[in-house]
């Protein structure tokens, strides 16, 4: 019988807790990522009142600096710690594939000059849509909609562009490239990504409206994965008959593998909360586990650099926090994390490489306090360990301290 009837594990997209002890091994716009601190930044420089997460430990988390404006709890209602990354990488599918129990020791290929022409010829080729070969380097998903969306509506032609992630990215208005045309093209672009020496992560769909000087990217965004390399503890999980919902972009990041419940894409954080109380109220989802990501914390926020919107993107998810409490069953189990760092304080646009935070709260919790640092697959452990099968690649279970 497994000790929690339900786990629901939220991932704050980029919410990294200070430097991992690798940090300097990073670079982030040609500085070393050890200096970085996501949320330590953002609490030293805007200052950040997040009362429930800190009521659950948030601020006992071990650090050299104790977070400036969150308090640690003398007495906490549920286990803190925070967990270090083993994987050779800082994007969105390293760390989320590593919290499933996956290690992945050959980093995606990145394009910092842009995609070789080879890859943009054969994407014109099968499109018939001409590629915009300026835009063609890591830019900003809003200012390469802003300095090319005008010409795009003119010339129908293609926006590719790039980031610091392994991640190649289609523009599309979707007056001038209808979204079904832009899925296929990315379709096509996700089949020729799939090896060396364009192993890609994800291939994005980005349509966007308006007109120009007032563009808006839109939800039909998508997101083509492959598949992870070895079976995860969500498979595990979906093999054994067990329950998997995912909220948000985690059935991309995962090409559905071990999904067996999809709540559906996130129009933002608070949508995104509240298709998981949606998931959690369900009569039909009585045993088992949800994976939920909320990504505005990274794509609003860290990637463009701004931390007062970061922080109240941060209020706004901990006055959520008491609602997805209230869903909760004696029995069941929360965790809150975050899969990489993105310090809106930084150099640069990129991820940071940081340790992670770990909440854990239960009603039936008799104890609480801090839980030992580990690592990100542990997480994926303890999900196995409490609902009997077996674990990933890596990771330790710690299940026996959750009590």
Known sequence: ????????????????????????????????????????????????????????????????????????????????????????????????????GLNITEPFDTFWNGFPEEIL???????????????????????????????????????????????????????????????????????????RPALLGRIIARPYVGEPGNFTRTSNRRDLAISPFAPTVLDKLNEAGIDTYSVGKISDIFNGEGINHDMGHNKSNNHGVDNLIKAMTSEDFKHGFSFTNLVDFDALYGHRRNPQGYRDCLHEFDERLPEIIAAMKEDDLLMITADHGNDPTYAGTDHTREYIPFLAYSPSFKSSGLIPVGHFADISATIADNFGVEKAMIGESFLDKLV
């Open 1 to 100: 019988m497994s000790k929690f009837n339900r786990m629901h594990l939220i991932v704050l997209d980029s919410v990294g807790i200070g430097a991992a002890p690798d940090a300097n091994n990073f670079v982030n716009a040609g500085v070393p990522d050890g200096a970085s601190d996501t949320l330590g930044h953002i609490s030293k420089t805007v200052g950040l009142n997040v009362p429930n997460m800190a009521k659950l430990g948030l601020g006992n988390i071990p650090r050299e600096q104790p977070l400036k404006t969150v308090p640690a709890e003398s007495n906490p209602t549920g286990y803190a710690t925070k967990l270090e990354e083993v994987s050779l990488g800082k994007d969105t599918m390293t760390g989320h594939w590593e919290i499933m």
């Open 121 to 195: 010829t054969q994407i014109e080729e099968f499109s018939g849509r001409k590629v915009i070969r300026e835009a063609n380097k890591p830019y900003s998903g809003t200012a390469v909609i802003d300095d090319f969306g005008p010409r795009q509506m003119e010339t129908g032609e293609l926006i590719i562009y790039t980031s610091a992630d392994p991640v190649l990215q289609i523009a599309a208005h979707e007056d001038i490239i209808p979204v079904e045309e832009l899925y296929r093209i990315c379709e096509f672009a996700r089949s020729i990504t799939l090896e």
